[in-house]
């Protein structure tokens, strides 16, 4: 009896392992079934970011991998225009085919041109939910039947059959943004209330990290005219400062973006005496004010966008200036707010490979 038991058993793992052998003998032969892509992908700010983009194809197939460098692999190319509601796909520069696509918003527009790429990789794949969008039809080539495998030993391990976490598997550049600006602002921190004035801003972020920090440096001048009762006089107050800005463009709602700031302004400060007193002035004085600051950003047109900002703005220095011996003119304040209203251009490099 306990000769049989043993010669059963060992039959039985006998067969657990030519199971097994077969099982992953079928799971080299699925891994050497995914076609290698090159996929570059262009859009507006406002679309699905690129890793947004890959994961949409990979919800349709999972017949896609990266291809690895100097791995033949056909070329997929991308482009949504910049309204945001037309974009087309060509294979292989156009050679194998091309697709377009609109719809009433970007993200439509990128499902569809997603689930074009899944389809002419795998004939089998399936939209994962409509979407509100029309495309077009041309010759547009299948993957090629998979070519036969070579021996399992020789197969190299596919970083894209790896177990996933749900983030895409092909990989991307950091993406660069910057803009330039015009801008005005009435300011109440280290000038009279309301002072008004203008300036100009740069802009550099980088939208590939998870809060998309950006840096803001801006050059800026305001003139005030205030007067004096007694004796009866009028002084200007000229404020030429530069502010600089630590912000996270991280929320964004299509055209739309929320950017809250650090905020750190100084410059120098001028008191000129005018009729009746001319040529009464002092010496350049140096302020710098620290606080917090909004921006609410539109693109309206393409590149070109405009912006409302506010900030809640602590001075460093508080000067006191007045007309010798003892007569006051404007005191800085304990606190201040600054308005801004902005217009200028976005640029940015959208491009995935």
């Not at 947004?52 to 194809?57: C, D, G, H, M, R």
């Not at 007045?322 to 304990?334: A, E, G, Q």
Request: charged content about 20%; some cysteine; overall charge negative.
């Amino acid at each position: 009896m306990l000769e049989t038991c043993k010669g059963a058993f060992s039959r039985g793992t006998l067969a657990l392992a030519t199971l097994l052998a077969l099982g992953g003998e079928r799971s080299a032969l699925a891994q050497s079934e995914l076609e290698p892509v090159a996929l570059s992908y262009q859009a507006p700010e406002s679309c699905p970011s690129f890793e947004e983009f890959v994961a949409e194809i990979e919800r349709s197939t999972s017949r896609l991998r990266l291809a690895r460098k100097g791995e033949s692999a056909r070329r997929f190319d991308v482009v949504i225009e910049a309204s945001g509601t037309e974009g087309h796909l060509e294979l292989d520069g156009g050679s194998g085919g091309e697709r377009a696509a609109n719809g009433a918003e970007c993200r439509a527009v990128a499902e569809l041109l997603a689930f074009a790429v899944a389809l002419a990789a795998d004939p089998e794949a399936h939209p994962p939910e409509p979407v509100d969008a029309v495309a077009t039809f041309p010759s547009l080539q299948s993957a090629p039947p998979p070519r036969p495998p070579p021996l399992p030993v020789s197969l190299p391990v596919p970083v894209a059959t790896e177990a996933r976490t749900g983030v895409p598997s092909l990989s991307s550049r950091a993406r660069w943004r910057w803009s330039v600006a015009g801008a005005g602002f009435a300011a109440g921190a280290s000038s009279p209330a309301v002072t008004w004035g203008g300036g100009v801003y740069a802009e550099a972020g980088l939208n590939s990290v998870a809060w998309a920090p950006r840096l803001r440096l801006g050059g800026n001048y305001a003139r005030k005219t205030v007067d004096v009762e007694s004796p009866p006089s009028q002084v200007a107050l000229t404020t030429t400062f530069l502010s600089l800005e630590a912000c996270s463009g991280a929320l964004r709602r299509g055209a739309l973006t929320l950017l809250p700031c650090l905020r750190a302004q100084g410059g120098t400060r001028n008191a000129e005496g005018l009729e009746p007193l001319p040529g009464r002035s002092e010496a350049l004085r140096g302020f710098l004010d620290l606080g917090l600051a909004g921006h609410v950003g539109w693109r309206f047109a393409g590149p070109a966008f405009i912006e409302w900002g506010a900030a809640v703005m602590f001075p460093t220095v508080r000067d006191h200036v007045k007309i010798l011996p003892s007569t006051p003119v404007y005191d800085v304040p304990v606190l201040g707010l600054v308005g801004e209203l902005a217009l200028g251009v976005e640029f940015g490099d959208q491009t995935r490979d």
